[in-house]
């Protein structure tokens, strides 16, 4: 390896970001010990089958991925809590202390909480995922507060299971993810299978009586048998807040995903080098870019070839399917290469103004190769 003799290797995080570290770790020719730390009990698992398949389609298993082939040793259900980078030491709750030569910071984020009251549900993992699905076999009316892609999602899966659902969003619902064509188009499809819209400037949740409600700014009170709150997520930074390594409430890195020669960062506590600046992308398939070209650079340093990311986004809710690839927000109309306005199926293409371009396939079967290429003609 690059920049001294490597013989240890942590990997902290089991979400698909750690995961996909440390198979390009072996492939990239790695084969000194390696261990993956995961604060989770479970195997690592998809995430966004969650709120997808997990739900809509009530498919047990949509969560699970391919068994592993990356040999490490993993320590599952213990968080850690401590980094020392002077003596690459990584400290874990239980106490263990792993030394290493090389770290990869995977530790993901969180969902972002309205209260600290118990009846406020969000979901994030496959506890939460699990219990929503048991909550949901009584019909419950619910209230869902967010209207970005996970908030529409958890509405259109409570819908489909028989729920009276309200949702409350700050403006249009998708229109900050996807921009005012796309969010009218599944807004459009929420309302026609019954789901309740309110737009509000603001919604906190308090006790009512002897149970929580949403109040809004204007003072409408919207009570509900569930109240599930999707208001963006918070990254796991807490145990390096002595590290000096977090910026912004995330960890700054190089276009390869190293933030010095030893440490990598890579998945939703990252931000990384766009054409717009240093962001966090969190995005199941920003993660998986993220670690390969990371897990290259441990190895391989300067000669390894910096990231490459180009978004790619996909959401299924209310009878619809969405896959995108470029950078999102969308304004103004596409230009149609098949298909129509109207909501049917489709593949659209949109040229912005810096140069870039989107393409997107809407209830449309078209291999994600080919939307790559679309977008690249777009720009």
Same mark, same amino acid.
């Given at each position: 390896m690059s920049g001294g003799r490597t013989d240890r290797v942590v990997v902290v995080g089991n979400?698909? $970001? =750690?995961?996909?570290?440390?198979d390009?770790?072996?492939?990239? #020719?790695?084969?000194?010990?390696?261990? +993956?730390?995961?604060?989770?009990?479970?195997?690592?698992?998809?995430?966004?089958?969650?709120?997808?398949? %997990?739900?809509?389609? #009530? /498919?047990?298993?949509?969560?699970?991925?391919?068994?592993? =082939?990356? $040999?490490?040793?993993?320590?599952? @259900?213990?968080? $850690?809590?401590?980094?020392?980078?002077?003596?690459?030491?990584?400290?874990? @709750?239980? #106490?263990?202390?792993? *030394?290493? /030569?090389? &770290?990869? %910071?995977?530790?993901g984020s969180r969902a972002r909480r309205l209260s600290g009251l118990s009846e406020e549900l969000t979901l994030r993992g496959l506890d939460d995922a699990l219990s929503l699905r048991g909550r949901l076999a009584a019909r419950p009316s619910v209230v869902v507060v967010g209207g970005g892609p996970l908030g529409m999602e958890i509405a259109s899966g409570c819908l489909a299971a028989g729920c009276q659902v309200?949702? &409350?969003?700050?403006?249009?619902?998708? +229109?900050?993810?996807? =921009?005012?064509?796309? !969010?009218?188009?599944? &807004?459009?499809? !929420?309302?026609?299978?019954?789901?309740? +819209?309110?737009?509000t400037g603001s919604a906190r949740l308090e006790r009512g009586a002897g149970s929580a409600r949403v109040v809004?700014?204007? @003072?409408?009170?919207?009570?509900?048998?569930?109240?599930?709150?999707?208001?963006g997520d918070v990254p796991n930074t807490e145990w390096l807040a002595d590290t000096g390594l977090v910026a912004k409430g995330a960890v700054p890195v190089d276009s390869r995903g190293l933030v010095r020669p030893d440490v990598a960062a890579v998945g939703d506590l990252a931000a990384f080098p766009t054409p717009y600046g240093l962001r966090r992308v969190p995005l199941w398939s920003s993660a998986i870019e993220q670690a390969k070209a990371a897990a290259r650079a441990l190895v391989r340093g300067d000669?390894? *070839?910096?990231?490459?990311?180009?978004p790619y986004f996909w959401t299924e809710q209310f009878g619809l399917s969405l896959k995108a690839v470029g950078y999102l927000p969308l304004e103004g109309e596409p230009a149609y290469v098949d298909g129509e306005p109207g909501g049917g199926p489709a593949l659209m293409r949109w040229s912005h103004d810096d140069g870039t371009g989107v393409a997107a396939a809407l209830n449309y079967r078209v291999p994600i190769p080919r939307l790559r290429r679309m977008s690249r003609a777009a720009a």
């Open positions: 979400g698909i $970001a =750690g995961l996909t570290a440390a390009a770790l072996r492939e990239a #020719g790695f084969d000194g010990e390696l261990t +993956i730390v995961g604060d989770e009990p479970h195997p690592a698992y998809s995430r966004p089958a969650l709120s997808k398949a %997990l739900l809509l389609d #009530g /498919d047990m298993s949509s969560h699970e991925l391919p068994p592993t =082939g990356h $040999a490490a040793t993993e320590l599952l @259900g213990v968080p $850690a809590t401590a980094l020392d980078l002077d003596r690459r030491l990584v400290t874990l @709750g239980d #106490g263990t202390v792993l *030394p290493y /030569d090389r &770290v990869v %910071l995977a530790t309200t949702l &409350v969003s700050q403006s249009v619902p998708l +229109i900050v993810q996807l =921009g005012p064509y796309l !969010a009218d188009v599944f &807004v459009k499809a !929420a309302l026609d299978q019954g789901l309740t +819209i309110v737009e809004l700014a204007e @003072g409408t009170v919207l009570e509900a048998e569930m109240i599930m709150t999707a208001v000669d390894a *070839p910096p990231l490459r990311f180009q």
